[in-house]
């Protein structure tokens, strides 16, 4: 399995980007997706997750009502659609993946396969 992200960026704060993360190399109707993010001197954080066969979702309380985790079956991506962005948002942002029956919390080690980062800086 690979993942990759991409659509990080410099933005201002109170504007938004959408980050994608393509999926290759299996079948991902029974996987879970995620999203993590890691700004310097900081532990991995959680924003973010997928169930793809059923859609449901769940968030960080960091980013509860600002962005928005979806999926397109077709193309294998899952996105992250991140509104109103502040600057405590700037970080690396990881997708993960693992299969979703093994995941039973939303952490780094619960899931099995990470695709590398793409930055998200959001100036003041």
């Known amino acids: 399995v690979q993942l990759q992200a991409s659509g990080g960026g410099l933005v201002q704060a109170g504007y938004s980007l959408r980050l994608s993360c393509v999926a290759s190399?299996?079948?991902?109707?029974?996987?879970?997706m995620a999203w993590f993010r890691q700004a310097p001197g900081k532990d991995r954080e959680f924003v973010a997750a997928?169930?793809?066969?059923?859609?449901?979702?769940y968030y960080g309380d960091s980013v509860k009502g600002r962005f928005t985790i979806s999926r397109d079956n077709a193309k294998n991506t899952a996105y992250l659609q991140m509104m109103s962005l502040k600057p405590e948002d700037t970080a690396v942002y990881y997708c993960?993946?693992?299969?979703?029956?093994?995941?039973?919390?939303?952490?780094?080690?619960?899931?099995?396969?990470w695709g590398k980062g793409t930055q998200v800086t959001v100036s003041s």
């Open positions: 997928i169930r793809w066969s059923v859609g449901i979702t």
């Open positions: 993960a993946a693992a299969p979703s029956y093994s995941v039973y919390e939303w952490s780094p080690r619960g899931m099995a396969y």
């Open positions: 190399g299996g079948t991902f109707t029974d996987y879970a």
